[in-house]
């Protein structure tokens, strides 16, 4: 089984509009709620984004799998997901994952 703590998420986000900060900050509550041992970096790219926290990889050329490759080049966890700034995690989805 996997553990949580052995878990990153990377999140690309290009942001710019309230819209997708707003479905960023849903993301990141849902991730919070349902998973809060698992390590999430935001792999921000582009140069209209607001940087999110200070683990955050932020790419100043927009490009989302530069931004990824970035985070992930960061990561120490064996595991790791990548998802969209706009997903909604469900209750359990990590243990039905696992």
């Known amino acids: 089984m996997i553990d949580p703590e052995d ?3 990377v ?3 290009l942001g710019g509009t309230y819209e997708a900060e707003m ?4 993301c990141l509550v849902s991730l919070r709620e349902t998973a809060p041992d698992i390590k999430v970096i935001i792999a ?3 140069q209209r984004c607001v ?3 200070d ?12 931004a990824v490759n970035a985070a992930v ?3 120490k966890t064996p595991w790791i997901f990548i998802t969209n700034d706009d997903m909604i995690y469900a ?5 039905k994952l696992t």
């Not at 683990?55 to 530069?66: A, L, M, N, R, Y």
């Open 51 to 53: 940087k999110h926290r």
């Open 11 to 13: 999140i690309p986000h």
């Open 55 to 66: 683990s955050d990889v932020f790419v100043k050329e927009q490009g989302q799998c530069k």
């Open 44 to 46: 921000v790219n582009g």
């Open 91 to 95: 209750d359990n989805w990590f243990e």
């Open 7 to 9: 878990c990153t998420i």
């Open 23 to 26: 479905a960023l900050d849903e």
């Open 73 to 75: 080049a960061t990561v």
